[in-house]
Antibody, heavy 118, light 108 residues
Framework: QVQLMQSGAEVKTPGASVKVSCKAS????????IAWVRQAPGQGLEWMGW????????KEAQKFQGRVIMTTDTSTSTAYMELRSLRSDDTAVYYC???????????WGRGTLVTVSS | ETVMTQSPATLSVSPGERAILSCRAS??????LAWYQQKPGLAPRLLIY???TRATGIPARFSGSGAGTEFTLTISSLQSEDFAVYYC??????????FGGGTKVEIK
């Protein structure tokens, strides 16, 4: 079954970091990229960045440059997104999504809720 | 940054009726536009890419049109499972990808 399985919900304090995982199955992981998109409660979608699963090139949205780190482990078909220096407005559901080759997303994980609260 | 504006914010439609959703780009994006459907508590689902190409498994009642700055998603005959929020996304100005604010299609 083609799917992306994400790690569970996290609660963090301001200033901390969070690392979300996204394990791919049912397809050839290196053949696609992985994008990260977040959605604050009751809000729309916001693109954060992309990583090539094959060569690990990355591209971040300007807003997240210097604060987000995206990596992959091809041996386990898993992508990771680490967001540092968390603030309360980083509270959101974080999705990983498969990148087809053009920058749109044909397969999504179920999302990981990250709550930032003191 | 290319701003994507969707209208209306909410669309009330009766089952079986046609729904027309609009998406406007603040600058030219050619046909580099995708549409997604999102139901409460679930991840988005790709419906349309390249402005008018249906994604795999998407029913024919969903169609996309437009180019340049004006785009439309049409649902020809709304089914109960189509009531959801719909987002457009431009990918012309890589690496800046932006989504519209969404249109909620609700039961009238």
């Amino acid at each position: 079954q083609v799917q992306l399985m994400q790690s569970g919900a996290e609660v963090k304090t301001p200033g901390a970091s969070v690392k979300v995982s996204c394990k791919a199955s049912g397809y050839t992981f290196p053949s696609y990229g992985i994008a990260w998109v977040r959605q604050a409660p009751g809000q729309g979608l916001e693109w954060m960045g992309w990583i090539s699963a094959y060569v690990a090139n990355t591209k971040e949205a300007q807003k997240f440059q210097g604060r987000v780190i995206m990596t992959t482990d091809t041996s386990t078909s898993t992508a990771y997104m680490e967001l540092r220096s968390l603030r309360s407005d980083d509270t959101a559901v974080y999705y990983c999504a498969r990148w087809t080759g053009k920058p749109f997303f044909d397969l999504w994980g179920r999302g990981t809720l990250v709550t930032v609260s003191s | 940054e290319t701003v994507m504006t969707q209208s209306p914010a909410t669309l009330s439609v009766s089952p079986g009726e046609r729904a027309i959703l609009s998406c406007r780009a603040s600058q030219f994006i050619s046909s580099n536009l995708a549409w997604y459907q999102q139901k409460p508590g679930l991840a988005p689902r790709l419906l349309i890419y390249d402005a008018s190409t249906r994604a795999t498994g998407i029913p024919a009642r969903f169609s996309g049109s437009g180019a340049g700055t004006e785009f439309t998603l049409t649902i020809s005959s709304l089914q109960s499972e189509d009531f959801a929020v719909y987002y457009c996304q431009q990918y012309n100005n890589w690496p800046s990808l932006t989504f519209g604010g969404g249109t909620k299609v609700e039961i009238k």
